[in-house]
């Protein structure tokens, strides 16, 4: 069974977002980080059990941009943690799901990372995600 390890919600700009998550959430935000390979600056929040990723474009024109130039600010992706990537990825490709890469990618918060095209999931992007043992170099 998947956990639901965070929610990514993509947000125009950090200095407005951060603070209305920690007003809203009463929590400080733990961590940021750049995906560069993904053009995405990353922030994190932890609420109990629950994890919230903001997503702000890295660079104009970015993945993130243009969600928003579609759909606007909001919920962006729902990541289920899994034990073993690669054989989930095997599995869902094998079940008809389209994978939007092939092997998993170095992702923020130490995480292998692969996402499904949504048009198999109902329009939402998802994410599995596989903790990493040790600490991915930054690539």
């Given at each position: 069974m998947y956990k639901v390890e965070h929610i990514g919600i993509a947000v125009k700009d950090?200095?407005?977002a951060i603070p209305?998550?920690?007003k809203l959430l009463n929590s400080q935000c733990y961590k940021k980080e750049s995906v560069e390979s993904e053009?995405?600056?990353?922030?994190?929040?932890?609420?109990g059990?629950?994890?919230?990723?903001?997503?702000?474009?890295?660079?104009?024109?970015?993945i993130i941009d243009r969600f928003i130039e579609r759909k606007g600010e909001g919920i962006h992706h729902i990541a289920f943690e899994v034990d073993n990537i690669?054989?989930?990825?095997?599995?869902?490709?094998?079940?008809?799901f389209e994978l939007?890469?092939?092997?998993?990618?170095?992702?923020a918060d130490n995480k292998l990372v692969c996402f499904?095209?949504?048009?198999?999931?109902?329009?939402?992007?998802?994410?599995?995600c596989q903790e990493q043992a040790d600490p991915l170099p930054y690539q």
């Open positions: 950090f200095a407005n209305l998550f920690e053009q995405v600056h990353t922030a994190f929040f932890q609420k059990e629950t994890k919230i990723e903001l997503l702000q474009s890295a660079a104009q024109g970015g690669s054989a989930e990825m095997a599995r869902l490709k094998m079940e008809g939007l890469n092939e092997q998993p990618k170095r992702g499904l095209h949504p048009k198999n999931t109902n329009s939402v992007l998802i994410e599995i």
